[in-house]
């Protein structure tokens, strides 16, 4: 790819076609007529006077800053010769200011934009009106990435907000999500229906339930102690037999206390009842500690 060589020197003519000598090369800043200084070198160490005399050829060498300018030229005698508006300057030797839309249009394996930055500046900055703009989008020296922000201390920083757009704006209005926050994010409401609640994972439709608070059914449970004495019905001791040896007098076993013959067993006959004794158990071990760790989210709808 070949350019165009810019020129080397300004060089003016009159109507005539003659050399403007002594001509006056006034210079503003463009739209305006504020005067915008230009330079007689390209280290900017000299400045010219404005407007800038043109010499015994009609010439002038003019480097121009890092802005925007408009130029007029007029004669000797000041009679005015032509007006120009929005000349574009160069930042530097090689990089000129453009003005208005930019297109790069590409059909090769290489990129179709690369920059090479060998000095210690940033890579990239894209900023607004203000300049320097205080938080611009910015590639700096070493590959670092800011959003807002001129100084990104990481791979990417996003100065604060950081509100996310893009994808988090498609999701529906009342789509609920979980937060390992306290309050809700920009453009969600916390919701407050559930608290102190076990999350459950399910295949059908979404529900809630249960009665006993997180908290109270994982806490700290213990099990040592001793159950105390209870007597127990007749009712409630399972069925038995007892069996009376042969060969015993019937003297010998009483039935209930009863005395008379009705309260006897003969010899080698059994007894299915229960009795009404009372006894005790003794349970004896290492508490069981239940109280599970766990981390507290939020439920959160987007607005």
């Known amino acids: 790819m070949a350019v165009l060589s810019p020129s080397a020197k300004m060089s003016f003519i009159d109507a005539a076609g003659q050399p403007l000598v002594g001509g006056k090369l006034y210079t503003y800043v463009a739209g305006t007529t504020t005067p915008q200084a230009t330079y007689a070198d390209s280290t900017a160490g000299a400045t010219h006077t404005n407007p800038i005399i043109l010499d015994s050829r009609g010439e002038a060498n003019v480097w121009l ?11 000797a005698d000041n009679a005015l010769i032509w007006s120009v ?14 003005s208005g839309n930019v297109t790069i249009d590409s059909n090769t394996p290489t990129p179709a934009l690369q920059i090479t930055q060998t000095g210690t500046g940033p890579v990239l900055r894209v900023q607004d009106s203000a300049n320097p703009d205080v938080t611009p989008f ?9 959003i807002g922000t001129a100084t990104p201390s990481a791979a990417l920083e996003i100065a604060s907000p950081g ?6 704006a498609y999701l529906p209005s009342g789509t609920a999500m979980l937060f390992a926050q306290t309050s809700a994010p920009t453009g969600w409401t916390k919701s407050t229906t559930h608290n102190n609640k076990a999350l459950r994972v399910v295949s059908g439709a979404a529900s809630s339930g249960g009665s006993v608070a997180f908290t109270t059914a994982f806490a700290s ?4 102690g001793t159950v105390g004495d209870t007597t127990l019905t007749i009712a409630q001791i399972p069925s038995h037999s007892h069996t009376y040896p042969n060969g015993a007098t019937t003297a010998s076993y009483k039935v209930d206390g009863n005395t008379g013959p009705s309260g006897y067993f003969a010899s080698g006959s059994t007894d299915a009842t229960g009795g009404g004794g009372s006894h005790t158990h003794t349970f004896t071990g290492t508490a069981i500690n239940l109280a599970v760790q766990y981390v507290d989210v ?6």
């Open 138 to 146: 910015i590639v700096d020296t070493d590959g670092q990435v800011g």
């Open 298 to 303: 939020i439920i959160a709808t987007k607005d």
């Open 163 to 168: 509100v996310f757009k893009g994808a988090w």
């Open 85 to 98: 508006d929005n000349i574009s300057a160069p930042t530097s030797a090689v990089s000129p200011v453009l």
């Open 65 to 75: 800053g890092g802005a925007i300018y408009k130029f007029i030229l007029k004669d």
């Open 221 to 224: 449970q213990a099990v040592t």
